[in-house]
T-cell receptor, first 113, second 115 residues
Framework: ETGVTQTPRHLVMGMTNKKSLKCEQH?????MYWYKQSAKKPLELMFVYNFKEQTENNSVPSRFSPECPNSSHLFLHLHTLQPEDSALYLC????????????FGQGTRLTVV | GEDVEQSLFLSVREGDSSVINCTYTDSSSTYLYWYKQEPGAGLQLLTY???NMDMKQDQRLTVLLNKKDKHLSLRIADTQTGDSAIYFCAESTLFNAGNNRKLIWGLGTSLAVNP
């Protein structure tokens, strides 16, 4: 049990679908992150929320839309994705936005067909 | 730009020591981390070292830091089959203005432990 829970664990969606990934942490952390993990590429930091405010958007296409309604929940809304968006999407949280001792969820394996 | 490099694969026999190496480029890094990812799971923080330290030991894990050469290593003593996983090296580096930091990740080293 990592304290960070992601749902769903697996998702297959068509390019015209709209879906959302959910992340929940009950660790009392103030910062939450979305990462993309693709084969043979370094982990890509997509979005950072610190105290519910978005502090970083690493040039992520607008077909990915994050939402952080409170410090315990983080969503990633997906719309008109491309096959190259297929990857493992990892959510993480940390006590503060200092990067480093982050706790990761198990990830959502996304396949875009 | 910032970069972290690791060898992609390492194979060892059960009971031997494993040494996973990492090089990084940002001399302003304050913390360097080792994360472990088991199949089908997220990343788990294994250990970290502050940049003013040369060595840190935690049970079977030993981290060595050569700041001059920007080289970090993770030694796992008495490697077990349960240690089979991908090990990621990461450095904490400044971005934008101010004191904001982010992690720069290596590609990960896949450790295979053979019985």
């Amino acid at each position: 049990e990592t304290g960070v829970t992601q749902t769903p664990r697996h998702l297959v969606m068509g390019m015209t679908n709209k879906k959302s990934l959910k992340c929940e942490q009950h660790l009392g952390h103030n910062a939450m992150y979305w990462y993309k993990q693709s084969a043979k590429k370094p982990l890509e930091l997509m979005f950072v929320y610190n105290f519910k405010e978005q502090t970083e958007n690493n040039s992520v296409p607008s077909r990915f839309s994050p939402e952080c309604p409170n410090s315990s929940h983080l969503f990633l809304h997906l719309h008109t994705l491309q096959p190259e968006d297929s990857a493992l999407y990892l959510c993480a949280s940390s006590q503060d936005f200092q990067a480093g001792e982050a706790f990761f969820g198990q990830g959502t394996r996304l396949t875009v067909v | 730009g910032e970069d972290v490099e690791q060898s992609l694969f390492l194979s060892v026999r059960e009971g031997d020591s494993s040494v996973i190496n990492c090089t990084y480029t940002d001399s302003s890094s304050t913390y360097l981390y080792w994360y472990k990812q088991e199949p089908g799971a997220g990343l788990q923080l294994l250990t970290y070292i502050f940049s003013n330290m040369d060595m840190k030991q935690d049970q079977r894990l030993t981290v060595l830091l050569n700041k001059k050469d920007k080289h970090l290593s993770l030694r796992i003593a008495d490697t077990q089959t349960g240690d089979s996983a991908i090990y990621f090296c990461a450095e904490s580096t400044l971005f934008n203005a101010g004191n904001n930091r982010k992690l720069i990740w290596g590609l990960g080293t896949s450790l295979a432990v053979n019985p």
